[in-house]
């Protein structure tokens, strides 16, 4: 017999993303149930103005209410942290065809939501989740980078990367976003070695400042065909180019999908 969630364990979810700040960990949104599949609803603010916080001394998931406006892309978004705040791109809605290219900032001090871009299917930034993404601090100025994804189709295919169009209609891709927190202005870096192939379903970690490393996913090639790998690339970071290092390839027919 199922044994009964405790009124401290996480309700069931997925296709969301847990993050840490200092010894707490911070839990939003994700597909779960009894939230709808619409672009917006009243009951799924509802349920989404909430976080959910663990932290060791308690041991207990409290949800904790936030104020402002929080994203409408509930699954499939990317997040990352500086210092006490969250930060989430992109997402999907949970009804089709509807990412978004949106950048939120969540104060886990205040739990203020604050809107720094909303979503706009003309800007050059591909409306898009799956994807993965990380902060880094270039002369005291910090930026968000965003790589790859499955989304919406792209407004404006950007020469120096790829777009693929799957067999249920959406597009997936090796796309890089930057976006510069002090003027919220957005730049795509140029890449230098073997750019990622597009894909969507990788792990992006943080190894210093300017350092980060890319493994596994689904990536997809030019006949839309979905391989799962094990590839391990190490990123070097600017705030206008990416030098790309593949550390480990091994792939073979078996791992297509």
Same mark, same amino acid.
């Given at each position: 017999?199922?044994?009964?969630?405790?009124?401290?364990?996480?309700?069931?979810?997925?296709?969301? @993303?847990?993050?840490?700040?200092?010894?707490?960990?911070?839990?939003?949104?994700?597909?779960?149930?009894?939230?709808?599949?619409?672009?917006?609803?009243?009951?799924? @603010?509802?349920?989404?103005?909430?976080?959910?916080?663990?932290?060791?001394?308690?041991?207990?998931?409290? =949800?904790?209410?936030?104020?402002?406006?929080?994203?409408?892309?509930?699954?499939?978004?990317?997040?990352? =942290?500086?210092?006490?705040?969250?930060?989430?791109?992109?997402?999907?809605?949970?009804?089709?065809?509807?990412?978004?290219?949106?950048?939120?900032?969540?104060?886990?001090?205040?739990?203020?939501?604050?809107?720094?871009?909303?979503?706009?299917?003309?800007?050059?930034?591909?409306?898009?989740?799956?994807?993965?993404?990380?902060?880094?601090?270039?002369?005291?100025?910090?930026?968000?980078?965003?790589?790859?994804?499955?989304?919406?189709?792209?407004?404006?295919?950007?020469?120096?990367?790829?777009?693929?169009?799957?067999? /249920?209609?959406?597009?997936?891709?090796?796309?890089?976003?930057?976006?510069?927190?002090?003027?919220?202005?957005?730049?795509?870096?140029?890449?230098?070695?073997q750019c990622i192939p597009p894909a969507?379903?990788?792990?992006?970690?943080?190894? /210093?400042?300017?350092?980060?490393? +890319?493994?596994?996913?689904?990536?997809?090639?030019?006949?839309?065909? /979905?391989?799962? =790998? /094990?590839?391990?690339?190490?990123?070097?970071?600017?705030?206008?180019?990416? +030098?790309?290092?593949? +550390?480990?390839?091994?792939?073979?027919?078996?791992? @297509?999908?």
């Amino acid at each position: 017999m199922a044994s009964k969630r405790s009124k401290n364990q996480l309700k069931e979810r997925a296709y969301h @993303r847990t993050v840490s700040v200092r010894d707490s960990l911070y839990v939003w949104a994700g597909n779960q149930p009894g939230l709808p599949g619409v672009h917006d609803s009243e009951e799924k @603010r509802r349920i989404t103005s909430n976080i959910q916080h663990f932290t060791p001394s308690t041991g207990q998931w409290i =949800t904790r209410a936030t104020t402002g406006t929080h994203p409408l892309g509930v699954g499939a978004y990317c997040c990352t =942290t500086i210092n006490d705040l969250l930060y989430y791109f992109g997402g999907y809605c949970g009804h089709p065809d509807c990412y978004h290219n949106s950048i939120t900032q969540l104060d886990t001090v205040s739990l203020q939501w604050r809107e720094l871009e909303l979503t706009d299917a003309t800007r050059p930034v591909m409306r898009r989740g799956h994807g993965g993404m990380i902060s880094f601090k270039h002369d005291g100025v910090q930026h968000l980078l965003m790589i790859g994804g499955v989304g919406s189709k792209p407004a404006v295919q950007l020469p120096h990367y790829k777009y693929i169009e799957l067999s /249920n209609g959406d597009w997936c891709t090796n796309e890089h976003s930057m976006y510069n927190l002090s003027s919220r202005k957005w730049s795509n870096p140029s890449i230098i070695g073997q750019c990622i192939p597009p894909a969507n379903g990788f792990i992006i970690e943080k190894i /210093n400042n300017t350092r980060a490393v +890319l493994f596994g996913g689904l990536e997809v090639d030019d006949d839309a065909k /979905n391989t799962r =790998t /094990n590839n391990i690339y190490i990123l070097e970071i600017s705030i206008s180019t990416v +030098l790309v290092c593949l +550390l480990c390839s091994d792939l073979n027919n078996e791992d @297509r999908v």
